[in-house]
């Protein structure tokens, strides 16, 4: 038999249910412009029935209304598809920035260019073909070789420069990394505290989730959820993030209460330092020796990847096509130079146009230098064909008995300016793999510009679909302001029903008692 009070608990029940969920409607209100922020949904459902006996049969009666949970708007398959595009996003837009600021440094097209400077050095020979004899004719061609020369001093310092500045970047962004899986180590030992208690930390979860979106920035990244079995009585969950796209279980960054971290070493030969795993998977610390190395983490995407790449790849691909350019010309140069004497024979004739700082080094982009004993004497400059040897009839001496280079033969200096048309002046294998130099040139800025173009349609469309994405998550998960307010009148019409409940209970209630009273 049950208690003549039975409807008032009803009633209670669902006062209590329905103030619950009014409550849950206006935490969501609160935070309707919260970033991560999920909606959250009043878990109301029936209570335990009551068996009752009438008539002699066994009857089950409800109880009324409870709250069981209360529950996240989230749809894991979502967040995944969102996190992975994200770092795809990251990782071709950061691309398509430092691709740019590349394609910046050349100055292309415009007057202080490479490939003007190089059209500037070829003419200046040509115009000394015309007229070897003349000063300012060899001061230009002088001029034009320092600035040339310069001018890949400076391109090679610069991508020294931008390849030191991303490697602070790499840095900075391993420690991000390191940050932000410490605060979800934190996060996930609140929440399994609170899941122990039979808690549902809707909130705590919402912040875990915004910083796995954030980490995704930064890395591919792969949530791994599943139950502690050591728990039978309540579902107590357990937390893992996977970076990179390998399946290989050392790339666990985060396991559940337990970190790893990555770092960055002292650099290598290349001057740039690597990216390892400080831990291996059971918390060992690993030696410089054995740690593994970031490429060792399989495919991977977000800012850290490309950054890594451009330090690491292109822009070494990039200083290796110039040393080449200036290997090429100055061997070919001086090959071409060496075959001719300057306004006279003695101490003029089989020099160097171009040297390194250090004799027998090769010749790149950081060391290629007008030879200094022609940068002090403009005679010196090769302008035509050593003369045969004669008698002093068929010569002219200078006051000092030096025989002079007979008036107008430039053939040297025009066999120099023709190198930028192609090889034809010169004998044995091709400088480059190019039909000139100017060729060469214009393959690796044409190069550079496909890259650009490539990681700018790779952006513009990865964030077509990161928008997309966001829009998914926010449709599912945001808050609608007036799908709430429709939830507060539909809570607050079930209160005022379950308050009527309680007012009808209570005259009853107080009929039934009248009913004894004497008067």
Known sequence: MYSSFFGLEIANRALQTQQAALNVTSHNISNSNTEGYS?????ISTSGSLEINISGKQLSMGTGATMDNIERA?????DRQYRQENSQYEYWSTKQDALEMVEGLMNEPSDYSLHNDMDQFWSSWSELAKNPENVGARAVVRERALTLTETFHS????????QNDLDSNVGVEVDKINNIADQIRELNVQIKNAEVRLDNPNDLKDERDALVDEL?????VRVIESQDTSFTDREVGIYKIVIGNDTDANNVLVDDQNVRHLQSPAPEESGFSRVVWEEDINGNVLGSSDSANWTDLGSNTGQLQANIEIRDEYLVGLRSQFDELAKGIAESVNKLHQTGQGLTVE???GIDFFVTGTTGDPFTAANINLNPVISDDLDRIASGEIPLTGTPATHEFDDDGNDL???GDGSVALAISSLSEGWDSLS???PLSASSFGDYYGSVIAGMGVDVQQAERMAEGQSVLVTHMSNQKDS?????LDEEMINLVKYQKSYSAAARLVTMMDSMLDQLLSMGVTR
């Open 476 to 480: 599912l998960s945001g808050v609608s």
């Open 216 to 220: 995704s920035e930064f890395v591919s």
């Open 39 to 43: 909606r959250q949904i009043a878990g």
């Open 405 to 407: 280079l007979e008036i």
């Open 428 to 430: 044995g294998a091709d």
């Open 155 to 162: 391109i090679d310092q610069q991508i020294t420069d931008m």
């Open 347 to 349: 101490g003029t004739s």
């Open 74 to 78: 989230r749809d894991s398959f979502v």
